[in-house]
């Protein structure tokens, strides 16, 4: 089969999907299989989400139509709702809290929500806008660009900005 970054990245929102499951399966005395699920939705989420910014959007946008450019700012949109205000709100939150729960809960609802207007709408767009071949060489590109000090940087900056608007939560709610 060849390869496809729309089947990549569908894939990695039906892993983003489980994690979210199973966050919401835990009990606020799960403190330990939290903070494990958060690292591990986060290790997901910030790589994916970066690279959509960075190189799928752009490319996205160069080609769309307007129909095309209001989905695009739709989901820029979504992107920084998600890292400059929900994902902050979770990581302030105490693990063993009813809070938790309930701002992890908005998290994997807005992840899910964003999720799924990409695979029916966005996705659907760029099936007419890529050729297989091209969709193929942006699977490759995306797989280097994770292996890649680029990615190391971008990912890492991003954890940071939301580790800092977390504790500036903690210190003014």
Known sequence: MQ??????LQSEHDTLRNLFSQMEDTTDRAKKKREQLLKDIEAALIPHAKWEELHFYPAFKERADRDGLKTHAEAVIEHQAVE???LPEVKASDLESPRFAGA???LGEMVDHHATEEETTMFKMARKLFTPKERAEL??????WK???ASTAVTTHAEIK???KA???KIIP
């Not at 699977?139 to 280097?144: A, C, F, K, N, R």
């Open 104 to 106: 992890a809960k908005v």
């Open 3 to 8: 390869r496809d970054i729309l089947v990549t």
């Open 139 to 144: 699977d490759v590109q995306y797989e280097q």
């Open 84 to 86: 400059l205000t929900v």
């Open 167 to 169: 504790a500036i939560k």
């Open 147 to 149: 292996a890649s000090a």
């Open 162 to 164: 939301t580790g800092l």
